[in-house]
Each structure stands twice: as C-alpha cells, then as structure tokens.
C-alpha cells in the first residue's frame, strides 16, 4: 500500500479525524470555509463574517422553510389555465371568471382564464388538445363542442368521444327566439304572417353560421314551408346591432342575452325553445305551447380536460368546482344567466353529448348546413 494511503486511511490518521472532531463537530464538508457564525454575548445568531452571496441563499432557504406545507403543495401543483375558445366579453365571463377566482381561492394556486377564440370554438379546442393530459389546463366550452362534429364533412378537427374528457357541467340553458323591441311583432303568430306574406322580403339572424341559433331558425322556416333568407354574423354583438337597427326582423339568441336585452333594453322575446318555460321569463311561452315540436334541445356550458387526464387529477377539479357552483353567489349568476344547475356525472355528461350529436347532426343534415 503507499504510504501516502496509508497515512489518510491508517488507524493514526483515524484518531486524527477522531480529534478533529472533538475540536469542531461541523461536517468535514464545512470546515476550511468561510462560515464563521459567532454568538452575541445576547445570545443571537448573526451572519456579520459570511460573504454576502452565502448570507442571501441562507436567508431565502430560511424563508422557504417558514412557508405552511400548502404553500409548498401550491408552489408544486403550480398554475391551472382555463381556455375559453371564445373573444373576451362575451355571454359567459359574468360566471366563468368570477368561477376561475374561486376557484383559484379554494385550491390555493393561481386559475389563469385564457381566451382563445376563432372557428366556431375549434381554435381553442385544438390548444387543449396539445397540452399533456395532467389536470393544469381545463375548458370551458358550450354545445359547440359537440355542433362542430356534427356540421363536418370532411376530417374533423377533434373527436369529443375520444380526445375530450368531461369535468363537469355549468348548466343547460336554452334559446329564445326575439324581436326588436320596436318591431309590430307581439307573438310568433305575428312574426309567421308577416314571413309567409313576403317571404324573400323577411329573414332570420343567427351568432354563428352551424350554431344552436342558425339550425332553431331554418327549422322554424320549414315549418312555415318557405324560403326564408338567413343572415349569419360572427357572434351576438354584431347580430343585435343590426337588429335593434331594424335590419333583422328575428333571431334566436341565448337566454342569457333575452334576459339581459328584454324591454326597454332592445329586444321582446316571444317564444323559448325548451321543454318548459323559464322562471326569468314566466309570460314566455314555448315553441311546443304554440304546436311547434323538435325545439326541445338546449344548449349548455361545461368544464372539459384533455382525455387521459387521470382521476387523481381531475377529482379535487370537479369536487371543487361543484361545490363553488352551489354557492348562492354562483346561483345567483347562473340564475341570471338563463342556466339551469346540473348535476350529471362525467359518464352522464358523454351519454348525453352522444345522444344529441345524433340530434344536431340529423338537423345539420336535413338543412344542408356545414362548418364554414
């Protein structure tokens, strides 16, 4: 063995590093370094001889020491994006951003609403879609989801069966068919003669070429068996403009924009399309009260994760989420709204998404009506 070796393996040099010890029980790993903590004769630590780099780390990892473990637990989870595939301003911000904040409150960690609007909801979709599977980045979305498939004729853009995973359901709302406020028109019997007088001269609006809005309207213009013409805008705003205008006679729209528009506000709502009518609305009939049928379906508002997003991830979500929905603060919003709460299950949610893709894509079909 060289000597070398055996002076620092040797039992001398043993009671050598035994000695040393005694002297100085710091770790080897300190001693020879410039961390000379001294003791104040009042008994404080202080850091007066550490270089001023080593006093800055020392002070930060004291700080993150301090911290409450669900500050850590936060720190780790880190933030949660909530994409809505729609512009800013839009019908769901007075629910949806004010969920993102409680829930940002109850899980202990930011909830950023990120929009990313552009076709028909798709743009937004297509975003989720790239993101992994792991719980940080949900969707808010409504019937388009499902619509968008139904109206494809060629490749879709996604599988909601397969690439989407629901979370949970805001709640359904249906559609109402309005007039401007100054229009002659006091009833749907009203708006019928007026259309089947002159039809060509008449027409309907929609928010959105292959919405909820654009397929109620061309199936209310076969029932009258006439050709009626169709105005499509890109979204509510520019639809009411041009109502209140007086450019556009009629046109569904959400129960959140005739609540919010009735009387003096712009708009006279005469028919709802649902299976009952609505406690914003009580004088409102149906379209099934005044013998118009197949006007059942309604739309509504959901939470989604990409598919494969496991239970562990998208469990507290949900549990969260439906216990914010049933504050009477959130109540109050959805109220408002036009939403009727809900309570169905993830697999509840697919069966009923299912059922109704066979309901919209049968419409879009008999209308001739495609994504654009």
Known sequence: MPAQHRLRHGPAAHRNRQAAQARDPRPLSCRGKDIRLTQQNNGDDTMDHLPMRRR??????????????????????????????YAAGGAADPVVRPLAQRLQEVLGRPVIVENKPGANGIIGTQYLLRQPADGHTMMFHI???????????????????????????????????????????????DVARAAKADPH??????????STSHIYGEQLRASWNIDMPHIAFKGTAPLLQDMLGGRVPMAFVSAATAIERQGEQGLRPIAVA?????????????????GYTGFEATGWWGLFLRAGTPESAAGPLRTAIQSILREPDMRERMRLAGLEPSSETP?????????????????????????Q
Request: aromatic share 8%.
């Open 143 to 189: 019937t388009s989801l499902i619509q968008n498939i139904a109206l494809s004729r060629t490749e879709p853009p996604y599988d909601f069966a397969t690439d989407i995973q629901p979370l949970a359901l805001i709640g359904r709302q249906a559609v109402v068919l309005v007039v401007p406020s100054a229009s002659p028109y006091q009833s749907l019997a």
């Open 56 to 85: 800055i780390t020392i002070a930060a990892l004291t700080t993150l020491l301090t911290l409450p473990a669900s500050a850590w637990t936060a720190q780790a989870a880190g933030p949660t994006a909530l994409i809505v595939p």
């Open 347 to 371: 697999q509840e949610i697919s069966a009923a998404m299912a059922r109704e893709f066979r309901h919209w894509e049968a419409l879009s079909r008999r209308f001739d009506i495609t994504l």
């Open 201 to 210: 001269a008449f027409s309907f609006g929609s928010y959105g070429a292959g």
């Open 274 to 290: 649902h299976t009952h009518r609505l406690e914003q609305l009580p004088e409102v009939p149906t379209l099934a009260e005044l």
